[in-house]
């Protein structure tokens, strides 16, 4: 059983790329989210998606699109990378509200845009 | 601004010793979890509370939580270097569908 498997680890883009962070889960979670983390501000939740083809904003969205076609996979798109976009970035699933559960977490993928 | 605020930011103890840390929340909640980050990892789970629970314990951890007062508080006994991480609180609302994270409490636990 893997979890949450984010890919890649690290990435390093210029200004102005664009990439997609790849996030999937194998335990059948219908809960997703995308957070960051910088130094000193704990995590701050991006997107989030409570199902296969529902996705909404979180605390943080500019400069972020995220789609959920399937229940495995929720990738985070960063449209036209900042400088303010440096950060490491978590995914993390869970099962529904009422299952009162905690959330699993990925490894993180630590991105540097210079 | 993040819902969750953890106190003190930064924790240095000896080994054995208690260490407490606080959360403070600002919106009603539907349950209050506590999870663990060693330095660059993910973060791992440690224990969730409801929101209509006052106390959970799970092996050396105990947590409270006070819905009154919208505050959490962990405390970790007889401590070891191995505890040495940051700890997060994270609340989920009413709705379930958002988990808001604090900024962390940083332990460092001295051997």
């Known amino acids: 059983n893997a979890g949450v498997t984010q890919t890649p680890k690290f990435q390093v883009l210029k200004t102005g790329q664009s990439m997609t962070l790849q996030c999937a889960q194998d335990?059948?979670?219908?809960?997703m989210s995308w957070y960051r983390q910088d130094p000193g501000m704990g995590l701050r939740l991006i997107h989030y998606s409570v199902g296969a083809g529902i996705t909404d904003q979180g605390e943080v969205p500019n400069g972020y699109n995220v789609s959920r076609s399937t229940t495995e996979d929720f990738p985070l798109r960063l449209l036209s990378a900042a400088p303010s976009q440096t950060s490491v970035y978590f995914c993390?699933?869970?099962?529904?509200?009422?299952?009162?559960?905690?959330?699993?977490f990925g490894q993180g993928t630590r991105l540097t845009v210079v | 601004s993040q819902q969750g605020e953890e106190d003190p930011q930064a924790l240095s103890i000896q080994e054995g010793e208690n260490a407490t840390m606080n959360c403070s929340y600002k919106t009603s909640i539907n349950n209050l979890q506590w999870y663990r980050q060693n330095s660059g990892r993910g973060l791992v789970h440690l224990i969730l509370?409801?929101?209509?629970?006052r106390e959970k314990h799970s092996g050396r951890l105990r947590v409270t939580l006070d819905t009154s007062k919208k505050s959490s508080s962990l405390l970790i006994t007889a401590s070891r270097a191995a505890d040495t991480a940051s700890y997060f609180c994270?609340?989920?609302?009413?709705?379930?569908?958002?988990?808001?994270f604090g900024a962390g409490t940083r332990l460092f636990v001295k051997a």
């Open positions: 335990m059948n979670h219908e809960y």
């Open positions: 994270a609340t989920a609302d009413t709705g379930g569908f958002k988990t808001i």
């Open positions: 509370i409801r929101s209509n629970e």
């Open positions: 993390a699933s869970r099962l529904p509200r009422a299952a009162n559960t905690e959330a699993f």
